[in-house]
């Protein structure tokens, strides 16, 4: 058990403590947790931050960074002047969203107040407030005592998929980031597919 899991909550940061309840998403990617994420952001009694996957606790007691923030903003940064002028205020609201989360593993501040400030950045007095990373499927007992121990009611969610579902899923995703939206066809995600899962069973047989 964590330090911070048996003291007592007044060390925290207060806003911890303002939704009835704090819920983390965690599971399996390709599993439906970005649609998951929008469908709570739309809900008018849910907070959610505007970037999905902070990866908090992965980087503090997991050591894997948030490098696909950075990702997702360099992609933001790369649209056209046009483009970013009509999605001024979403561009704005996800790159303030970043500055929060960058500060996330420059060092873990007492209480939690900086990952307070990226998860209670839309906060507006919702009965509910989390977020959804499926990395903290891969964090130990200890982290998820120290996140139970942030609230009053605390809930965790495990998202799964069929797992060769997951898999096309992936295949595709990779098709894409390689060719773009026109060059993922259903025949060539089955085609690598079966020649990825012909070698993995190659492998396996050696």
Request: charged share 25%; net charge positive; hydrophobic share 40%.
């Amino acid at each position: 058990m964590t330090a911070l899991a048996l003291q007592d909550k007044t060390a925290l940061d207060p806003r911890f403590a303002r939704p009835e309840r704090l819920f983390f998403v965690i599971g399996a990617q390709k599993a439906g947790t970005t649609w998951l994420h929008d469908y709570c952001g739309s809900h008018p009694q849910i907070c959610v931050p505007a970037f999905k996957e902070l990866d908090y606790w992965s980087a503090i007691r997991g050591g894997f960074g948030t490098g696909m923030l950075r990702n997702r903003l360099a992609k933001l940064e790369g649209r056209s002047p046009l483009r970013r002028a009509v999605s001024g205020f979403l561009f704005a609201k996800k790159a303030r969203a970043l500055e929060l989360a960058e500060r996330l593993v420059a060092g873990e501040t007492p209480g939690h107040a900086s990952y307070a400030d990226a998860l209670f950045q839309t906060y507006t007095d919702q009965r509910a407030a989390g977020e959804i990373s499926p990395q903290y499927a891969m964090l130990g007992r200890d982290a998820f005592a120290e996140m139970n121990a942030l609230g009053r009611d605390v809930r965790f969610a495990l998202v799964m998929r069929d797992p060769l579902s997951r898999f096309f899923s992936g295949v595709k995703h990779s098709v894409r980031a390689v060719h773009g939206d026109t060059g993922v066809t259903e025949d060539r995600v089955r085609d690598l597919g079966r020649i990825l899962a012909q070698r993995a069973g190659e492998l396996v047989g050696e």
